[in-house]
């Protein structure tokens, strides 16, 4: 099919405002995806942006009140794998505590299990979340029995 | 069981990797015989597949803990539905259902190619046979589902709480069917390209197939919203997950393909076009495969790293480079003589159409990647999430609709005045009427007023094109309304099917206008016997109450819902909490009505005060989306349906067909 160049125009057209919604979409609802390390070091130039960050649930550092739906919790970050000796004189490993109020606590927190964590970081080391998302409903690996 | 199991799918591997051997040498030699062996090992490939998938349903049913994947993914307090579903709960699973699905449609494929298509079915078969040996290499290297397990626990881990649920027993079938159906038109066009038979028969052959991969899309991502709104309890029903995305975009693309073929077949034009949209659709289906098992794309469905991405971006761009070489190669043949002659004609609304539905794809393909590129790029990961999602699409969306309104009535070619103020002046009319009256009672918003306006333009348009060919029938066979309805529908199934889908995607599209401007969210902590309002309604929460089984306890909240001091009726949203698995799972207690769902979460318990903490929903419209899901799903029934005309060409072939042999037969009794 040959086209006419007015159609192709008008294609082109069609193509650069979606082009455009494109740009202008990343532009304006972008954020920084990091891991607890990288957010903990960025803090100064990363205070008050909106932010989601990844990192594990530290065990014996949950807090849930249910009647006024708050949660609070540290998330570290998670070992690394296949690093089963961790390097000894490194700075002591990096905590974040997150304070999450309004929604209620998803069913597959708890302790040990990875989260992704949306919101601003509103003090040092300390995130206030929108909403707080746990990994894996479906697809779900078990863990091996070991 | 292992044993058998190992063994089934070994056996496939290499009938598979026979079928395609046969095909190539039976091609060289012109060998029939060759080529029925290759169509038969494909058959004895289906077999294997079959009886390794129901090995693992029988060790499931048995809870034989002997196999890892029972011991887990099941347990024996596992309801037996669960232990059924529990095929495609994990990962090896899942894919031994997959390979099941593309073996079945090879079997069938070949089935229907025995006598038809001849010229290209080897080549068909080698294609289709080519994806089976790479999935069944995968279970046989890489993610095998008769590993055992030793020791042999007395117990299984269980399947995840969130699967435990119907819609998860039939939203995985659903979408896989589509995922995998698309494998038999990407084939057909790959075998048009090799043999260079580029007419548009391979659309025609497939084209019951590409239909029936749509239902099936359709159906799997609408459960799988009717699944996320059940299960996961913050009241939506689609997050724009990249999950979620790997099974939407193939849908865009298919549904941007169904039209264009429409402009094939009628035109001759967008040859090119439509190969490479199944091409794409194709990989698509892949690429979803490898974002969700991966782990490149971090998803709230975040996935174990399974060694399995790898094997799949390679298989992928395999796929992707040679087909797009395939294609360049016959570029020169692909000329079409004909050509657009206007914008306002249907053949440019098709092509609008085609460029917005795989633009919105391309914005979900970036929104989703884009994680991975500015880490690669800038050495930061950003992402992009709902609100990226609905920026893009909203806009495209409303263009979509404009369109959707517009091609099917539009004339061919050029359009003229009076074509154009017959078939839209009503439409536009009501559209224009109904955007005024929202705003006379009261709704704002740019957004929702063009919505409602173009949903009911759409909705004037297909109403119009009824109204015309009932009155046609009565002027033409005297028929009165009701039956003309009928048979106008019966005797044109594609065309009124079509319309029946597009009210379908008018529905759903009101429904999410409505959801996700009219969402209304309350969060209420009660003491029993105190009460809250949520809308019209007033919720009186009445006690918890609770008990156990063996596989779960199970802790609801009694609320009455009340309007004008009217009792309707007693709900229970619930903790349960899985024993096996030590988890807790919500369940959203809804209830539905055409108007609006309230939609009540149990969100926290005080045990010590029996003091509950509800977090309630009051959704608008937002069961129009189940019902236009449906409705999209009748329509695509109604296009399928094989219509009086198209059952006498068959008959008539296989009159052909008859008259051939009793004349052989005759040549040859004569000849002895």
């Known amino acids: 099919m040959r086209i006419k160049p007015r159609f192709l125009f008008g294609g082109a057209l069609i193509v650069a405002a979606i082009a455009y919604l494109i740009v202008i979409g990343i532009r304006s609802t972008s954020e920084y995806y990091l891991t607890v390390d990288e957010a903990a070091a960025r803090q100064t130039e990363l205070m008050g942006q909106s932010i989601r960050v990844a990192g594990r649930v530290k065990a014996g550092t949950i807090e849930w009140d249910p009647t006024k739906l708050k949660l609070s919790f540290t998330i570290v970050p998670p070992p690394q794998d296949g690093a089963a000796v961790q390097p000894v004189s490194m700075r002591p490993a990096q905590e974040i505590r997150v304070v999450c109020t309004g929604e209620p606590k998803p069913d597959m927190f708890a302790a040990g299990r990875d989260v992704i964590v949306e919101g601003h970081l509103t003090a040092h080391n300390f995130v206030t979340a929108d909403q707080v998302m746990t990994s894996c409903p479906s697809k779900y690996q078990a863990k091996k029995a070991g | ?672």
């Open chain 2, 1 to 672: 069981m292992t044993l058998i199991g190992q063994l089934a799918l070994a056996l496939g591997l290499l009938l598979a990797v026979y079928s395609i051997g046969a095909n190539i040498y039976g091609l060289r030699r012109r060998s029939g015989e060759v080529l029925a062996s290759a169509r038969h090992a494909l058959w004895a490939m289906t077999a294997m597949v079959a009886l390794a998938a129901c090995g693992l349903w029988t060790g499931l049913l048995r809870s034989d803990f002997s196999l890892e994947y029972v011991a887990s993914y099941s347990s024996t307090t596992l309801p037996t539905v669960y232990k059924i579903t529990a095929l495609w709960g994990g990962q090896q699973g899942s894919l031994l259902f997959w390979t099941l699905l593309l073996s079945i449609f090879s079997a069938i494929v070949a089935f229907q190619t025995r006598e038809r298509n001849s010229e290209i079915a080897p080549y068909v078969l080698i294609v289709m046979a080519a994806v089976a040996v790479f999935f069944l290499a995968m279970l046989n290297f890489v993610t095998r589902p008769f590993d055992a397990m030793i020791p042999v626990p007395a117990q299984g881990t269980d399947l995840n709480p969130l699967l435990q649920n119907y819609w998860m027993a039939i939203h995985p079938p659903s979408l896989y069917t589509g995922y995998v159906s698309t494998t038999v038109p990407f084939a057909f066009a790959t075998a048009a390209l090799m043999t260079g038979r580029l007419d548009d028969g391979w659309i025609r052959s497939t084209r019951r197939w590409a239909l029936f991969s749509w239902f099936f899309l359709t159906l799997g991502n609408m459960f799988g919203a009717r699944w996320a709104y059940e299960v996961l309890g913050w009241g939506g029903y689609w997050a724009w997950d990249p999950v979620e995305n790997a099974a939407f975009m193939p849908w865009l693309v298919m549904t941007a393909y169904l039209h264009s073929v429409m402009v094939q077949e009628r035109k001759d034009m967008l040859k090119v076009w439509n190969l490479a949209l199944i091409g794409l659709a194709f990989a698509l289906t892949l690429f979803g495969t490898f974002i969700t098992r991966s782990g490149v794309i971090s998803s709230v469905h975040s996935f174990t790293q399974s060694g399995l991405g790898p094997y799949f971006l390679t298989f992928l761009l395999v796929v992707v480079v040679a087909y797009t070489g395939l294609l360049l190669s016959r570029i020169k043949d692909l000329r079409s003589p004909a050509e657009l002659e206007s914008y306002l004609s249907r053949e440019a609304a098709f092509l609008f159409n085609n460029l917005v539905l795989v633009g919105i794809a391309f914005a979900v393909f970036w929104g989703t990647v884009f994680p991975v590129i500015s880490e690669a790029v800038r050495g930061v990961k950003i992402t992009v999430g709902p609100p990226f999602f609905n920026k893009v699409n909203g806009p495209l969306a409303l263009a979509l609709i404009f369109l959707m309104g517009v091609g099917p009535l539009i004339a061919w070619r050029r359009a003229t005045r009076k074509n154009l103020v017959q078939s839209f002046t009503a439409p536009a009319v009501v559209g224009i009427v109904t955007g005024l009256l929202a705003y006379a009672f009261g709704i704002r918003g740019w957004y929702v007023l063009t919505g409602f306006s173009l949903a009911a333009f759409v909705l004037g348009t297909i109403v119009v094109e009824f109204e015309r060919g009932v009155l046609a029938r009565g002027r033409m066979v005297h028929e009165r309304p009701p039956r003309a309805l009928v048979n106008l529908v019966a005797k044109n199934n594609r065309r009124y099917g079509g319309y029946i889908v597009h009210l379908g995607v008018v529905l759903a599209f009101v429904a999410i206008i409505g959801s996700s401007f009219f969402k209304t969210e309350v969060k209420q902590s009660v003491k029993p016997g105190q009460s809250f309002a949520v809308g019209p309604y007033r919720l009186v929460y009445l006690g918890l109450a609770s008990f156990e089984t063996a596989h779960l306890e199970n802790l609801s909240a009694r609320v009455n819902v009340t309007r004008d001091g009217r009792s309707l009726e007693v709900i229970e949203p619930a903790k349960l909490f899985f024993k096996r698995q030590q988890q807790p799972a919500t369940r959203v207690a809804i209830r539905s009505t055409l108007a609006a769902d309230l939609y009540v979460v149990l969100a926290g318990v005080d045990d010590k005060t029996g003091m509950a903490t509800f977090d309630v929903f009051l959704t608008p419209l937002v069961s129009w989306l189940w019902l236009g899901g449906l409705t999209m799903a009748l329509g695509t029934v109604v296009t399928m349906w094989p219509n009086a005309h198209e059952r006498e060409v068959i008959a008539a072939a296989a009159r052909r067909r008859m008259g051939e042999l009793e004349r052989q037969l005759a040549a040859e009794v004569r000849g002895t």
